[in-house]
Nanobody, 119 residues
Framework: QVQLVESGGGLVQPGGSTRLSCAASGFTFSHYGMTWYRQAPGKERDVVASIGLSDEIDEITYYAESVKGRFTISRDNAKNTVYLRMNGLKPEDTAVYYC?????????WGQGTQVTVSS
């Protein structure tokens, strides 16, 4: 079955950096786009960044306006893993971060990983 397992995150100081990982299994990882979402307390779950399929030239990526220039999404198809590198973290980046993929007409989610940006 499809499984997505996030790791990384934790407590980070403002201006700091961290990297989230999402290990995927149960499907042909390289054939599907992957997306990172986040949900802050009392708010809806929003798209942070997504990455399409790898090709010989470049991967198609999308970033929410609020994270452009600070976050970088990448994937390693050999490791069935998608990453989210987060630099210049702000308190407003505090949220639970979820990994997502959409296949067979269904959405699949990881359990989420907490990122708290605070001094």
């Amino acid at each position: 079955q499809v499984q997505l397992v996030e790791s990384g995150g934790g407590l980070v100081q403002p201006g700091g950096s961290t990297r989230l990982s999402c290990a995927a299994s149960g499907f042909t990882f390289s054939h599907y786009g992957m997306t990172w979402y986040r949900q802050a307390p009392g708010k809806e779950r929003d798209v942070v960044a997504s990455i399409g399929l790898s090709d010989e030239i470049d991967e198609i990526t999308y970033y929410a306006e609020s994270v452009k220039g600070r976050f970088t999404i990448s994937r390693d198809n050999a490791k069935n893993t998608v990453y989210l590198r987060m630099n210049g973290l702000k308190p407003e980046d505090t949220a639970v971060y979820y990994c997502n993929t959409h296949l067979g007409g269904s959405d699949y989610w990881g359990q989420g990983t907490q990122v708290t940006v605070s001094s």
